[in-house]
């Protein structure tokens, strides 16, 4: 039978860090929470861990490359994942019980791979907000603060409805900044292209049409066609 090694917490606090035998790691897990430890780690050692070591990952061969880098969580996957967790919790799921079904239904990959990921840990005995810190790519130490404060007095839920308060007026503040800046910046860039048309094709037919009239032109006119002739001459040269 397996053998595990692990490190937990009794019920006074207390570091604890033996082994046991149990026919696989949930089941060691199960037998840790009955005994009324708060398990840390959980590894398992012996022939069984080699063996599986060996089959699972050949000596001196990274595989990290199967993982697609594709599904790597990024800050986009924060508000989404914290307003699913929050509607769960709302009906009265636990937070790690949460993400445990989080991780079994979503089906985007990206959030799909950060609750499989946040399970993992949370399974090994660690609570959600450590085991959001192992994703500082997606959470910052605003919102690890904020979920650690409300595990500390049982308010997780309302934290998470604080947060996703937040974070949702945070992205309607950035909409709102977009869609202001977006016509300065289309009326820029027409009032550019009609410059640039307006010198280097209208003003020397103009030019031309001038010379045939035997028409004179003011000195600031004249300066913009040698800038003009000068800039396509550099051009084509």
Excluded at 67 to 81: A, D
Excluded at 136 to 155: C, K, M, Q, R, Y
Excluded at 176 to 182: D, I, N, R, W
Aim: charged residues 25%; positive net charge.
């Amino acid at each position: 039978m397996p053998r595990f090694a692990y490190t937990a917490r009794d019920r006074g606090g207390k570091a604890v860090a033996a082994d046991l035998e149990a026919p696989s790691r949930k089941d060691a897990l199960r037998v840790l929470s009955a005994r009324g430890l708060q398990v840390a780690t959980v590894t398992e050692t012996g022939k069984g861990a080699a063996k599986k070591a060996a089959a699972g990952k050949p000596a001196g061969i990274d595989l990290s490359f199967l993982h697609h880098r594709s599904n790597k969580p990024t800050r986009n996957e924060r508000l989404s994942f914290l307003e699913a967790l929050h509607d769960l919790t709302t009906s009265g799921l636990s937070a790690g019980e949460a993400v445990r079904l989080l991780s079994i239904r979503i089906k985007e990959p990206k959030l799909r791979a950060l609750c499989e990921g946040l399970w993992e840990r949370i399974s090994e005995g660690a609570t959600l907000s450590r085991a959001m810190a192992d994703y500082p790519e997606v959470f910052d130490n605003s919102t690890l603060n904020l979920i650690h404060a409300g595990e500390a007095t049982g308010s997780v839920n309302d934290t998470l409805q604080r947060q996703i308060a937040n974070l949702t007026e945070q992205r309607e503040l950035r909409k709102q900044l977009l869609s202001a800046l977006a016509y300065p910046v289309f009326m820029l860039f027409v009032a550019s292209g009609l410059v640039l048309f307006f010198l280097f094709f209208l003003l020397p037919r103009l030019q031309g049409l001038l010379d045939e009239m035997h028409g004179k032109m003011p000195g600031a006119t004249l300066l913009l066609i040698d800038l003009s002739t000068s800039r396509c001459t550099t051009e084509y040269s």
